[in-house]
């Protein structure tokens, strides 16, 4: 029986094998039980020496029942391990990360030197009112100059903004005849331009105000220099042109030097060796005064800039309709770029 027991032990290879096993010969109803029911009818000299017998067979089987299991649970526990480990040695899966857009570092970049020399960020809505987008800016309901601005009207008196103007009555108004005023203003906005290379109907532009007491036509050129060279490069050159805006008088529009080609022509200067970036001049008297600012006692300056032409300019973008497709190949080039 001992052998039997011990040879079927060693064929088990499961824990449920291992019990059934258990059962049969270890049980109440198991064949050594059934044994032990048995001694009654032994010899009295008989009987201590069978249930020694017993006894010592019940052990060993025991014991070896035990080991049995501890190896099985050895065994299963290492084929867990193998089967889960980890190899420590394979690539890991590169995880996709989205970077920040070219076009708002550029405003970020902007804003950073402004608040340096001490300018505070404003903000206007995108759907305006006619008023602030052209009446209050010496705009009259058709002037003729409404048409440098071909705008998206949503009804007769509500439009997509044309320009970041507004935000200058805007400030003005909220300002309450307060100086200093000196404020930009980063936005979107929108023309029925036709898109091609430099011109989108849909742009972005920084506007600038500046309004104290003796602010003169100097203080602007010398912002806008400062603003060039930092943005740019200490090299970096303007031009100013004499322009018209009825906003601001005397106006102007501002070139920097064509950072892309050094001066020597290429496709964004269109071979002239300038850009134009932005749009300035002398706040208008008619300006101040509508939005409650004596315009005896207090002068001021502004500025309207096209960020996607600087951020073109900057980083040798011939197109500026990259901006907005949004190809990620290009959009890659400036996820570590700053
Ligand atoms: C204006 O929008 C004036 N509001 C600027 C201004 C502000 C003048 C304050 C005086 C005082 P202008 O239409 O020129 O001006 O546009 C300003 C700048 O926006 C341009 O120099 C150019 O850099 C950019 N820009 C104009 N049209 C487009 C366009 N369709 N696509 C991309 N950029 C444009």
Redo the contacts with the bound molecule.
Sequence with gaps: LRQKALAELATCSGQAELNEWKVKYLGKKGELTSIMRLMGQLSEEERPQIGQWVNQVRAKLNSAFEQKELRLKQAELEQRLKSESIDVTLPGRTVQVGGIHPLTRVIQEMEQIFIGLGFEIAEGPEVETDYYNFEALNLPKNHPARD??DTFYLTEEILLR????GI?VRTLEAKKGEVPVRIIAPGRVY?R?DDDA????A?T?V?GLVVDKGIRMSDLKGILLAFARRMFGAEQQIRLRPSY?P??EP?T?VDVSCYACQGNGCRICKHTGWL??????MVHPRVLEMAGYDSETYTGF?????V??IAMLKYGIDD?RHFYVNDVRFLKQFANRF
């Design positions: 440098m601005q044309t320009h970041t103007s200058q023309r331009d430099t011109h989108s109907h742009f532009q506007e805006f906003f601001t106006s529009e134009e970036i932005l749009g300035a001049g502004a500025f309207g800039m096209g996607e032409r500026i």
